[in-house]
């Protein structure tokens, strides 16, 4: 692979959650919801915003104006159009207010989209780019040209094209893998190729890529291609986007982080700011991250497997690359499993403040294997409930740390209220409480926060089932905000009304250890 080595440059990130990203079915926002995505977009410190289509209805043309008039100096923003004037018009009326307003215009180069989408000659599809950039320059100075589907372009149409419309005024040009066809060796060579022709035709033009996912590369193909000399990547938050969706912002971001050598270059993005804008992203849209995901999944800095766990404790080091907090996510998280060694379980119930007397280690060990077989997981309320099996001359509570613990609750739901009662103790203090809610666990969640009286705010709540058929377990995971810090607590229960309020009870006591793993 042909490669430019040495230099550090910066790397421009736009972001297109908001437009790409919106294009998954069932993720189309309101207004408000728009905004507050590009509020926490600019916190993230991006470079660019993409945020609409506004020839493709009102109420995208009415979000790109309301939102891109509040962006400030912060970000340039720009909406996509095709290259014909209405579109162009479009996208000018609803940025004309931006302090950065880009105007993108996108148009096919691959043989298909000229033959098949437009059934036109090659010579004319490109007249019509270089119209459609002769007409936008006239309206602002920055314009964004893309090639779709340039990955499967003839290389002679493509430069014959990047020519024409980077002196009809083009000031980015962005190279689409727009079908995810594209493999990182070849389309760093495309880009090396591009970038060394762009440097000597006009070294103001930036080169952009935006790359789709459809067979897992994308992420790939876009560090190819910083690597070979792109200035700037097209980005979406998680991932999202058209069919099986875009490059992930957060990947990228941090690939380059990791190896600034490597790629020759720095983003400027705020990465304390990435998994905060992820859960938002996910919980705005309705999409779940996947819990493998690079970087925000949920099991990204998860350990489970005994000598993880084991070289984990010795060092952080030995299995961590990226520190939690660099992303602003909570803790490394041991999670103990049937896979966990002595050294995991040891770590956790001295961090919950026991000690076992040696003789009775094993058959505590044992105890707890047989229980992690049954739950799967097992979390620090379980360890509580097990610890409680011993007598106290065996398992010995050597730190005084009073946890919250569930005595017990009733959750009564109908369609006018729902009403939780819950009583709670901690130590010997003893504490019940009764709240109405919009929904069961609204009800419970208030009446358990305030039986505990600790002001926390409830930034996720999840639930999935982890067993098969009618065997259901129910596993919650929720993420609780206190003092500006985020912990998180999981509960694996058959009853989820349950789970859901031992996860609670579990982040509370987080709270109160203020635990880091
Ligand atoms: O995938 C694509 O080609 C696009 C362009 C508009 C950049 O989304
Ligand atoms: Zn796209």
């Keep these: 692979m042909n490669c430019i080595k040495g230099s550090s440059k910066k790397i421009y990130v736009l972001d297109t959650t908001l437009r790409d990203g919106e294009q998954v079915p069932g993720a189309k926002l309101n ?51 095709r290259a014909v004037k209405s579109d ?37 599809v490109l007249a019509m780019g270089v119209e459609a950039v002769k007409y936008a320059k006239k309206l602002m100075p920055e314009v964004q040209y893309s090639l779709e589907d340039a990955s499967r372009s003839s290389f002679e149409y493509m430069w014959k094209t990047i020519e024409a419309v980077v002196k009809a005024g083009a000031t980015i040009i962005n190279i689409p893998d727009t079908v995810g066809f594209a493999v990182p060796e070849e389309f760093g060579s495309l880009i090396y190729r591009i970038s060394d022709r762009l440097k000597n035709l006009n070294p103001n033009v930036l080169l952009s890529v935006h790359c789709h996912n459809d067979t897992g590369l994308a992420t790939a193909n876009t560090l190819a291609a910083v690597r070979n000399g792109a200035d700037k990547v097209e980005c979406t938050i998680n991932g999202i986007g058209e069919r099986a969706g875009n490059t992930s912002l957060e990947e990228v971001v941090m690939g380059i982080k990791l190896h600034p050598e490597y790629y020759g270059g720095f983003t400027a993005i705020n990465t304390k700011e990435i998994y905060t804008t992820s859960r938002m992203v996910s919980a705005i849209m309705g999409l779940d991250v996947q819990v493998n995901k690079a970087i925000t999944g949920e099991n990204a800095f998860a350990h489970s497997s005994g000598i993880h766990q084991d070289g984990l404790l010795k060092s952080k080091e030995v299995y961590e690359i990226i520190e939690p907090q660099d992303i602003g996510a909570p803790p490394m998280e041991l999670v103990l499993t049937a896979r966990s060694g002595r050294h995991a379980f040891t770590h956790i119930i001295e ?83 009764t709240q109405t809610g919009s929904g069961a666990i609204d009800a419970l969640y208030s009446a358990i926060l305030a039986a505990i009286d600790t002001p926390v705010s409830l930034l996720e709540y999840r639930i999935h089932n982890i067993a098969r058929g009618k065997e259901s377990l129910g596993k919650v995971g929720i993420q609780i905000i206190h003092e500006g810090i985020l912990y998180q607590g999981k509960a694996i229960e058959k009853d989820i009304i349950r789970a859901s309020a031992i996860a609670l009870i579990n982040a509370v006591n987080k709270v109160m250890q203020k635990a880091t793993i």
């Design 351 to 433: 961090r919950l403040g026991y000690k076992i007397q040696e003789e009775h280690k094993e058959e505590i060990y044992s105890d707890f294997l047989a229980m992690a077989d049954q739950k799967k997981e097992v979390y620090d309320y379980d360890i509580e409930m097990l610890m409680k099996k011993y007598p106290k001359q065996i398992v010995v509570r050597e730190k005084k740390i009073d946890f919250w613990e569930l005595v017990d609750f009733e959750v009564v739901d109908n369609s006018l209220v729902s009403t939780a009662a819950v009583k709670v103790k901690r130590g010997e203090k003893i504490s019940t409480c």
């Design 31 to 81: 207004l408000e919801e728009k905004m507050e995505v590009a509020k926490q977009l600019i916190r993230l410190n991006v470079d660019m915003l993409e945020i609409g289509f506004p020839s493709s209805s009102k109420g995208d043309f009415e979000a790109v104006k309301a939102i891109s008039s509040v962006i400030g100096k912060d970000a340039v923003v720009t909406a996509l159009g």
């Design 88 to 124: 162009i018009d479009a996208i000018y009326e609803s940025l004309k207010k931006a302090e950065k307003p880009m105007i993108h215009i996108v148009l096919g180069s691959s043989g298909v989209h000229i033959e098949k989408k437009f059934n036109r000659t090659a010579e004319e």
